[in-house]
Each structure stands twice: as C-alpha cells, then as structure tokens.
C-alpha cells in the first residue's frame, strides 16, 4: 500500500490510501511507523507527482489524527513535517480589482487627458477570440502537464502552511494546558504527557519565518509559559513538567522567532536568558540531550548583538563549572560558548586574573553568590575563573588545549584575541567530540568475538537472522530436501548409536558384578569348608 502511494500518488483510491497510511504513523510496529513515514516524506518531497494535492491532503489527515487523539501521538507522526518545503514569499497576491483602482484614481486627476481611440468592432472582436484560444489553450496544458500555475501553487502551500500551524498551536496549547494540571495535582513526570511537543518546537523553529506578525507575541508569551520561568527569585525549582530538554527547545525557539522577523518584535528575551542560566545546571548526561543545550548555547549567546556585560560575566561564571562537572563533548561546548563571550566582552577578562581579591571590576554585587536565579544579582565580576586551572589538566586533550587557550587571553590586550583553535559553534564543536567519542570507545567486545570465530573455524558460521536475510535464499527443494533428510538421518543414528552404548555398558556392568558375586560366592563356601574340617580336629 505504501509502494502504491508513492509510486502512484495520481490513483484514483489515494485518499483511501493516505486515510490508512496516516493513521499508522503512530503504529506501535516499528516496521510500519518507519514505512508509512518514509512514504509520507516521498510525498511531501516530490510534489511534482501530484502537483502538492496529496501534500495538503495529508497534513490535513495529520491534523485532523492529532486532533482525535488528543496529541498523544508517537512524535514520528509529526517529525515528517519537518520534510515540507515553501517558498519565501506566500503573501496574497493583489486583485484584480485592487489593481484596477489606483488606475481609477490616477484616471479621475487626470480627466483632462484625452482619450484613448477606441478600436474597431472587428479587431475587438478579433482579439477576444485569440484570447479565449489562448485561455483553452493554456487550460488544456495545464490538464495534461504536472506543472501547476504559480497562484494555484501558493493557495495550496498557504493552505498547507494554516493546517501546519494549526496543528503546531494545538499541541502547544495543549502542553500548557497537561502542564498547569499537572502542576497543581503535583505530579512530576516530564515528557510522559506531551511526546509530541519535541518535534512541534522543532518544526516552529524551522518554518519560524513564515509565522503571521500578528501571531509572534502570544507564541513568545506561550513559550515563555512553557519554558517554566517564574517571577520568583527565591531559589525555588520551576514548576514546569517539561524536561530540561524541551524547556531549551521553547529558548531556541523564542529566539528563532525573533531573529527570522529582523528582530522587529518589541519582546524582552531577558526572561529566557534568566531561563537558560538556571536550566544550565540542571542538565543531566544521561537523561536530558546535550545536542539540545549545545543548539541553546549557540542560539542564545553565540549568535546575535554583543551580551550586557553582567549577564555575560555570570553566563562565562556558569558555563565554567558546567565544563568542570560534565562529560568532554558538553565540556568542549561550554568552552567553545565561554571563549567566545570573552572575545566579544573584553572587560570580562578580568576574571581570567587569578588573585585573592578576585576580579578588579566594581559590580552591584561584591560577592559571587553562585546560587542566584537572576544572572544580573550573581556578582560574577567580583569571582576568578579557577576552573580553567584545573580544566587545563582534563584528559581530553582537546578540552585542555581549548582551557590553556582561554588562559592566555589574560596577558594580551583586550583589543587582541588569541591563536583560534577550533574556529567553530559549540552546536558543531559538540557534534565533532561526540562523533571521536564514540570512534574512540574500546572495541574488547569486537576482538572477542573475532578470537572466537578463529577458534570455531573459517567454515562455522552462526545462524543469526542477519546472516538468514543476508543469505542467498535461492537454493533447490529438492536438494535442500536430501540434505535434511541425510543431516537428520545422521543425528537418529547418532541417538540410536548412544541408547545401544549405554545399553551395552549396563549390560558388561551385570556380567562383570554377576562374575564377582560368583568368586565371592566359591570364597566363602572354601571358608565353611576349612571351618568345618579344623571344628572336627
């Protein structure tokens, strides 16, 4: 069916196949999810074969699947969205009529200009016919070829592009509304209510360009609701449900919004600042995902204008402890992200100093309070970057160089930066050192199980279902068939041959036991014999 549909797009019963397809899109297969997935991004990528009809049919289907159940869908049902292509400008195109005005007007200031000669019933009529020619003309090329006209091609992705959305903000509002419920029942269990949230921020951030203006300031405040912030600096954890994962995502995707509008938002981001500083700490390796935070760090502090000075002092503060207590990937991010705040603040450098009195420069607060919710009251200015000391140290030799690198901004001018090591974004710096990682890790698993395969032999092989599949399954019955029967006939006779062993020792074990009770047997009556005879004497 699958097959059918993206081969066929054109067939007559497609939205019968679409209605099926799209309903397994959650399937609890994994076989069928990934099919039925891999035939919904076909048809989404090549929209020449149906000229972008079965596009909006199925995102309508998606929509109307996530609507029934609620948005507890697998989140694959959404992530082939992120397939969809538009183009730049989908704005309305003028009327007709609209055009037609300005000419109006123009024409009633200037109702002394004459007239234009009016032509003869003839060729009016004439040229109405060649127009009408060519309109049929046009409507038959049009009918038989896949190409679609460009207005008809932006009506079906505006209306492609509403559905998207539509369904987006379902999920959104959807998240909010499980999150405050949750929160008041006092239940904690990130990302077991919305799985479809993930995928829904990833797809607002890549098609975040295309978002209507009038939209952006209720989606900022939503994210905003969503990432868990409070307005309370008491030191108490955020009451969001979402994962430290997701509440990134909705950051990144804040700032996405903004950037893809030239940031022309009047928004204050402040908040998502004060979120990422607090979300920093709380990350965990192994439940939350670092390419997530690596994609935040570069969102928020890598790109854009130059950072305050205080947020960026106590952002560099942050991001120090955080490479001193994580892995080396989330590490080498961190200080890829810290470096590059030093560059662009040069005043910052002074926390590189490592005297007793700590940084030379005067902040609102003279004493680093590293528990402080809002990076602006964290004193960051008035601490000394000693973490590098001991990252210099770290057995990742790229986490080293890049701390020893960082150090010796300390005795160059601010307006000098020093040799670049990796001149890349923490995103990517955090790809590279998982990927060497993962290369580096020690294969004793894999010399094992060669050892042993030169043990078994060259012509052992083991009957696994990857070997099974791999195999050359075009073999003769009948010869497969003798084969067995001579393979099984040489296993009974090996089970017959066993059973008359142990028969035969049973048997040798009877005779040679019956051969001891018989010289037992002559022994003792020898005895009663000599008995008797010295009894008598």
């Not at 974004?425 to 990927?435: G, H, K, Q, T, V």
């Amino acid at each position: 069916m699958c097959a059918l549909l993206d081969t066929a797009p054109h067939f007559n019963f497609r939205e019968s196949l679409l209605a099926s397809v799209a309903k397994n899109l959650s399937s609890s297969d994994d076989v069928v999810r990934k099919m039925c997935c891999g035939t919904i991004r076909s048809i989404f990528i090549n929209e020449g074969k149906h000229r972008g009809e079965a596009t909006i049919e199925a995102v309508r289907l998606i929509a109307d699947h996530v609507k029934l159940n609620d948005c507890q869908l697998h989140p694959d049902s959404i992530e082939v969205f992120l397939s969809l292509r538009f183009d730049e400008d989908l704005r309305e195109d003028e009327t007709e009529e609209q055009k037609v005005k300005p000419k109006k007007n123009k024409h009633r200031q200037n109702q002394e200009a004459p007239k234009p000669l009016t032509v003869n019933d003839k060729k009016k009529t004439r040229q109405e016919l060649i127009s009408k020619a060519r309109e049929e003309v046009d409507a038959d090329l049009r009918a038989v070829s896949f190409t679609l006209d460009p207005k008809e091609r932006k009506r079906i992705q505006r209306e492609t592009l509403s559905a998207l959305f539509e369904t987006n903000f379902r999920i959104l509002k959807h998240s909010m509304s499980t999150s405050n419920l949750r929160s008041k029942a006092n239940i904690v269990s990130p990302g077991a209510s919305h799985p479809l949230l993930a995928p829904c921020l990833e797809g607002l951030g890549k098609f975040s360009h295309l978002i209507d203006l009038d939209f952006m300031g209720e989606l900022i405040a939503c994210l905003k609701k969503l990432s868990g912030f409070s307005d309370q600096q008491d030191g108490t954890p955020h009451d969001s449900t979402l994962s430290v994962s997701e509440c990134m995502q909705c950051c990144i995707v804040a700032f996405k919004v903004w950037r893809s509008n030239l940031e022309a938002l009047n928004v204050d981001l402040q908040d998502f600042f004060v979120q990422l500083y607090n979300l920093i700490l709380e990350y965990r390796p192994d439940r939350d995902r670092g390419e997530v935070l690596a994609d935040a760090l570069k969102t928020l502090l890598w790109e854009g204008k130059q950072q305050d000075m205080l947020r960026a002092a106590a952002f560099i503060k942050r991001l120090a402890t955080f490479a001193l207590s994580f892995g080396s990937a989330e590490a080498i991010a961190a200080l890829v992200t810290l470096k590059h705040l030093l560059q662009k603040n040069s005043k910052c450098r002074n926390m590189l100093e490592n005297d007793s009195g700590g940084g030379s420069l005067s902040c609102l607060v003279a004493k680093y309070n590293p528990e402080a919710k809002d990076p602006y009251l964290s004193g960051a200015l008035a601490s000394v970057l000693w973490e590098l000391s001991l990252l210099e140290k770290h057995y990742d030799i790229s986490v080293s160089s890049m701390a020893s690198n960082i150090l010796s901004m300390a005795t160059l001018n601010p307006t000098q930066n020093p040799v670049p090591i990796l001149n890349v974004n923490p995103l990517e710096a955090f790809r590279d050192l998982s990927i060497e990682r993962e290369l580096s890790k020690p294969a004793s698993k894999a010399l094992s199980l060669n050892l042993k395969k030169r043990r078994r032999g060259k012509e052992f092989v083991a009957l696994n279902p990857d070997v099974l599949q791999k195999a050359d399954c075009s073999v003769d019955k009948k010869e497969l068939e003798e084969k067995l029967q001579s393979h099984f006939a040489v296993l009974r006779g090996i089970s017959e041959n066993e059973r008359l062993r142990a028969k035969l020792n049973h048997t040798l074990s009877s005779i040679n036991m019956y051969k001891e009770y018989k010289k037992q047997k002559k022994k003792n009556t020898k005895l009663k014999i000599i008995r008797k005879k010295v009894a008598r004497v």
